[in-house]
């Protein structure tokens, strides 16, 4: 039996995104975030055969488009990538909108204003178009906040560290330079891709943040390690580990997100002050503390990231249930 899926490729500042615009499951569930889990019970196999290897890679990464279940949206999304299903990826939702736009399959109610469902929540969007291509998506995220802060871990080879948590869609152990960590070029991309397993373990033996609002999500999922910028007109780079061995090669809208958060709750960053913040490869988004808000009566933020997208091409991909390797696999 053969499953075909209707994909347009691309990437948000380098970072994949493959929009899977037909071949979508039928999902049960009265929310997004009932369907995300509909979907982990019974189609998987759907997410691993189009993110893994042979049909994706590491850092693969997509998304489903829906009718939402809430009055006074859009569209909902349904995002996959290979550690599962998130509840909000930024850089995927900058290339869903972006190639949901430039083909038709999201018809917004007013131009260059979308409102998104998402499992995290509801988020709100402007957009751009010039010469007929969305030139830039800016995703007003979901309340966001730090979790927790100083977490203390011994990371063997590496030292002691002290970690922050924040959620902005996604929970991330934040790790600022400091004693064995001095800076993302001087760490290196092996070395991430080493100890970023053993801090997200090491942060998780002591802490499991789960959301106030919607128990589903929770756990530290991914770990970003900051630094100071490296070139003019940034405040700040970062590497976001995420899955089990890949590196954001986009700034990351969700961890962005959560690091307006935390530098908010540090005091050092004021609200509407733009925080452009740049990726392992130097790419980039703009960020924003758009409002001071509350989740579920703790401190929080609404963070605004605006980045742009491209489409690389069509992709048909068949899932053929004949082929040893159907299910997708990773080494
Ligand atoms: O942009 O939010 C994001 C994201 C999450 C994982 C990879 N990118």
Same mark, same amino acid.
Request: with cysteine; hydrophobic share 40%.
């Given at each position: 039996m053969r499953h075909t899926f209707f994909c347009i490729d691309g990437h948000t500042a380098g970072n994949p995104v493959r929009l899977v615009a037909g071949g979508a499951p039928l999902l049960q569930g009265a929310s997004m975030s009932e369907r995300r889990q509909d979907f982990l019970a019974r189609f998987d196999w759907i997410r691993t055969g189009l993110m893994f290897e042979p049909r994706g890679h590491d850092m693969m990464s997509g998304g489903f488009l829906y009718p939402p279940t809430l009055p006074d949206t859009d569209a909902g999304v349904l995002f996959i990538e290979t550690s599962g299903c998130l509840p909000m990826c930024g850089?995927? +939702?900058? *290339?869903? /909108? +972006? &190639? *949901?736009? =430039?083909n038709g399959l999201i018809v917004p109610r007013e131009p260059g204003r979308l409102r998104l469902e998402v499992p995290a929540g509801v988020i709100d969007l402007d957009y751009a178009v010039e010469a007929g291509r969305v030139a830039w998506v800016k995703i007003r995220n979901v309340p966001s906040y730090v979790a927790a802060e100083g977490i203390r871990i011994e990371v063997p080879g590496l030292g002691p560290l002290s970690v922050d948590v924040a959620y902005g869609g996604n929970y991330y152990a934040i790790v600022e330079p400091q004693g064995g960590y001095r800076g993302l070029d001087a760490l290196g991309a092996q070395a991430i891709l080493r100890f970023s397993p053993q801090v997200r373990a090491l942060v998780r033996e002591q802490f499991t943040p789960v959301h106030p609002l919607d128990p589903t999500i929770q756990g530290v999922s991914h770990v970003l390690w900051a630094d100071a910028p490296s070139s003019e007109g940034a405040h700040g780079r970062n590497a976001v580990f995420y899955g089990e061995r890949a590196i954001d090669r986009s700034p990351c809208g969700t961890g962005t997100s959560a690091r307006l958060a935390h530098l908010f709750a540090k *005091?050092?960053?004021? /609200? *509407? =002050?733009? &925080?452009?913040? =740049?990726? &392992?490869?130097?790419?980039?988004f703009t960020g924003r503390v758009e409002a001071v808000t509350e989740l579920a009566g703790r401190p929080a933020i609404i963070p605004s990231v605006q980045g742009s997208a491209i489409a690389t091409g069509h992709n048909t991909i068949w899932i053929d249930r004949a082929d040893v390797f159907w299910e997708g696999f990773q080494v």
């Amino acid at each position: 039996m053969r499953h075909t899926f209707f994909c347009i490729d691309g990437h948000t500042a380098g970072n994949p995104v493959r929009l899977v615009a037909g071949g979508a499951p039928l999902l049960q569930g009265a929310s997004m975030s009932e369907r995300r889990q509909d979907f982990l019970a019974r189609f998987d196999w759907i997410r691993t055969g189009l993110m893994f290897e042979p049909r994706g890679h590491d850092m693969m990464s997509g998304g489903f488009l829906y009718p939402p279940t809430l009055p006074d949206t859009d569209a909902g999304v349904l995002f996959i990538e290979t550690s599962g299903c998130l509840p909000m990826c930024g850089h995927g +939702t900058i *290339g869903i /909108v +972006t &190639f *949901g736009l =430039e083909n038709g399959l999201i018809v917004p109610r007013e131009p260059g204003r979308l409102r998104l469902e998402v499992p995290a929540g509801v988020i709100d969007l402007d957009y751009a178009v010039e010469a007929g291509r969305v030139a830039w998506v800016k995703i007003r995220n979901v309340p966001s906040y730090v979790a927790a802060e100083g977490i203390r871990i011994e990371v063997p080879g590496l030292g002691p560290l002290s970690v922050d948590v924040a959620y902005g869609g996604n929970y991330y152990a934040i790790v600022e330079p400091q004693g064995g960590y001095r800076g993302l070029d001087a760490l290196g991309a092996q070395a991430i891709l080493r100890f970023s397993p053993q801090v997200r373990a090491l942060v998780r033996e002591q802490f499991t943040p789960v959301h106030p609002l919607d128990p589903t999500i929770q756990g530290v999922s991914h770990v970003l390690w900051a630094d100071a910028p490296s070139s003019e007109g940034a405040h700040g780079r970062n590497a976001v580990f995420y899955g089990e061995r890949a590196i954001d090669r986009s700034p990351c809208g969700t961890g962005t997100s959560a690091r307006l958060a935390h530098l908010f709750a540090k *005091g050092r960053l004021k /609200v *509407g =002050e733009p &925080f452009v913040h =740049e990726s &392992f490869i130097k790419s980039r988004f703009t960020g924003r503390v758009e409002a001071v808000t509350e989740l579920a009566g703790r401190p929080a933020i609404i963070p605004s990231v605006q980045g742009s997208a491209i489409a690389t091409g069509h992709n048909t991909i068949w899932i053929d249930r004949a082929d040893v390797f159907w299910e997708g696999f990773q080494v």
